[in-house]
């Protein structure tokens, strides 16, 4: 299913926020209201967060009131600043919205309207491409998955975290749409619970068997001997490491203790290998996160809280990138630089 649409210069996707006691679709017809969604988590997940900005983009370019191309760009770029403040870890947001960006650019000298339209084209394609990729990273890890596996995922990496299908999720949907009895556990995922609200959702929908368990349980899983293998998504993978959701980094020492394989299933826009992992800013959200579960207030008031969105997983954890050309292992990342071919 496609988690974010254009219709006659509004924006569509679920509000992730609600799910799963209340199905809501969103309508942004302003730079202001997609901003606002991606920062309070309504759209999530960091190939979702490249389509929505360059539908932010698009959604700028359609309002905008420019009589030149040159003032279209001015404002296109202004969209561009507001919509990479909103999140700093995942990549695919700055991502998308250079790709955009450079094209309007490179497209200069034509009319305002064939700009406008050149913008949400590119938009479309932004997302066409990354449910494309998503199918072909399920495609590539259906084969490192074995008949009768259990499998631990962190956070969401699903449809709801993708234009469609998801990227861990779309290696446990690949794998169980070609008949291996898989299962599935689902961490939690605190503090914001992606994993129970979200990953846990779309499978127990689709039928494919998951157990959800809180985050600390996993090491209990992993030393009865339940756990398999572990697939994560990623918000940005640099030359030494994996960013992904806070707790992932916890999870990749825990299967490496226990030998089991940890693998992380992402598209190539997710990829930054001009940085290192100390280069990457890590998203520091609202301490009342922590303090309470959902409206529920769960700490003393005024206790000091530490709220980091990410962590950074060093490569040598890593069994295995699955993109869309096929699966990068410990061999290639010896190699992995600028320069490394793609
Ligand atoms: O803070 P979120 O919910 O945007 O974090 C999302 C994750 O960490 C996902 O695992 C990651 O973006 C990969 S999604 C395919």
Redesign the pocket.
């Known amino acids: 299913m496609r988690m974010i649409k254009w219709e006659n210069g509004a924006v569509f996707t679920p509000d992730q926020t609600r799910l799963p006691l209340e199905e809501v679709t969103l309508k942004l017809t302003t730079v202001e209201q997609m901003a606002e969604a991606i920062k309070s988590?309504q759209i999530?997940?960091?190939?979702?967060?490249g389509a929505a900005a360059a539908f932010g983009l698009a959604l700028g370019a359609y309002n905008s009131k420019a009589q030149s191309v040159s003032e279209l760009l001015a404002d296109l770029d202004a969209v561009g600043v507001t919509i990479k403040e909103q999140?700093p870890t995942?990549v695919n947001l700055f991502w998308a919205t250079d790709r955009v960006l450079n094209m309007a650019h490179a497209y200069g000298g034509f009319s305002v309207d064939e700009l406008r339209a050149a913008v949400l084209v590119e938009a479309q394609r932004i997302a066409d491409e990354d449910a494309a990729q998503n199918y072909a990273i399920g495609k590539y890890g259906a084969e490192i998955i074995d008949d009768g596996d259990t499998i631990l995922t962190?956070?969401?990496?699903?449809e709801l975290?993708?234009v469609e299908y998801?990227?861990?999720l779309g290696v446990i949907r690949s794998a169980w749409a070609q008949g291996k009895k898989i299962k599935v556990i689902a961490d939690e995922t605190r503090p914001?619970l992606?994993g129970a609200r979200l990953t846990v959702f779309e499978l127990q929908r689709d039928g494919i068997p998951v157990t959800l368990i809180t985050d600390n349980m996993a090491g209990y899983a992993m030393s009865k001997g339940l756990i398999d293998k572990v697939i994560?998504?990623?918000?940005r993978i640099v030359q030494d490491a994996v960013f992904?959701?806070i707790g992932?980094y916890s999870v990749a020492i825990l299967a490496h203790e226990h030998n089991i394989p940890f693998y992380v299933?992402?598209p190539k826009s997710?990829f930054d290998l001009t940085r290192k992992a100390t280069d990457v800013t890590i998203?520091e959200r609202k301490p009342d996160e922590v303090t309470h579960i959902g409206c529920q207030q769960t700490a003393p008031n005024n206790i000091n809280v530490m709220n980091p969105?990410?962590d950074a997983t060093p490569l040598k954890y890593v069994a295995g990138i699955i993109t869309e050309t096929g699966i990068y292992t410990q061999e290639h990342f010896q190699k992995f630089n600028p320069t490394f071919p793609l």
């Open positions: 988590l999530r997940g960091a190939p979702l967060l999140r995942a962190h956070c969401n990496a699903g975290a993708t998801g990227t861990a914001l992606q994560v998504g990623a918000d992904n959701k992932t299933a992402a997710t998203e969105a990410f």
